[in-house]
């Protein structure tokens, strides 16, 4: 339902572009959100957009990441800057939707690896 990519191996201070669609029939997809899952850490959000385009971040990536949506394309995207070692996690997208059902559901994607080498 939810297919993530873009991860990968950077180096410090590098940057990746990671994607998230959502697939299979749906009704309607409100909010989508990016999270990521450090080793040994719980799962964080890490920036939140509606479907009007307003967004949030926490605070340890304002200003270094950016998310965005096409919601012709039931895609977003993060935009990820200038990262440093504690941005390595899996990170995965989110998408709270209305399936073919009329029901609300969240769907979660399987994630994509990003690693940041100092």
């Known amino acids: 339902q939810l297919q993530a990519s873009g991860g990968g191996l950077v180096q410090a201070g590098g940057s990746l572009r990671l994607s998230c669609a959502v697939t299979?029939?749906?009704?309607?997809?409100?909010?989508m959100a990016w999270y990521r899952q450090a080793p040994g850490k719980q799962r964080e959000l890490v920036a939140l957009?509606?479907?009007?385009?307003?967004?949030n971040y926490r605070d340890s990536v304002k200003g270094r990441f950016t998310i965005s949506r096409d919601n012709a394309k039931n895609t977003i995207y993060l935009e990820t800057n200038s990262l440093n070692a504690e941005d390595t996690a899996v990170y995965y997208c989110?998408?709270?939707?209305?399936?073919?059902?009329?029901?609300?559901?969240?769907?979660w994607g399987k994630g994509t690896e990003v690693t940041v080498s100092s």
């Open positions: 299979g029939s749906i009704r309607k997809i409100d909010n």
């Open positions: 957009i509606t479907t009007s385009g307003a967004s």
């Open positions: 989110n998408a709270d939707v209305v399936d073919s059902r009329g029901r609300r559901q969240i769907y």
